[in-house]
Nanobody, 118 residues
């Protein structure tokens, strides 16, 4: 069983920065692709950024050039660096990990609140 714990959320003014972290316990993170999602109450969950086991990243268009996703397999951690934050980035951000070799499994963290407000 893998447990994911996110941290790093908070309240920042527009233009500010935050770094979210997701740490995994229970198994090596190196065999998991990891995705950050965000959700605002009343809206659908949105995929923000993904990183595969080789470190290749993809981003939703709205965060390209502002967010950077990275991983440190030695520490079993994934980081989402968020710069130039906008009010529309306000959401609960959750970490998702998918095992890429059998048995295929998927895990979620509990989420961390990010609020961008003056």
């Amino acid at each position: 069983q893998v447990q994911l714990v996110e941290s790093g959320g908070g309240v920042v003014p527009p233009g500010g920065s935050l770094r979210l972290s997701c740490v995994a316990s229970g198994e090596s993170f190196s065999i998991y692709s990891t995705t950050w999602y965000r959700q605002v109450p009343g809206k659908q969950r949105e995929l923000v950024a993904s990183i595969d086991v080789r470190g290749r990243t993809t981003y939703v268009e709205s965060v390209k050039g502002r967010f950077t996703l990275s991983r440190d397999n030695a520490k079993n951690m994934v980081y989402l660096q968020m710069d130039s934050l906008k009010p529309e980035d306000t959401a609960v951000y959750s970490c998702n990990a998918k095992r890429v070799i059998p048995p295929l499994r998927e895990y979620w963290g509990q989420g961390t609140q990010v609020t961008v407000s003056a």
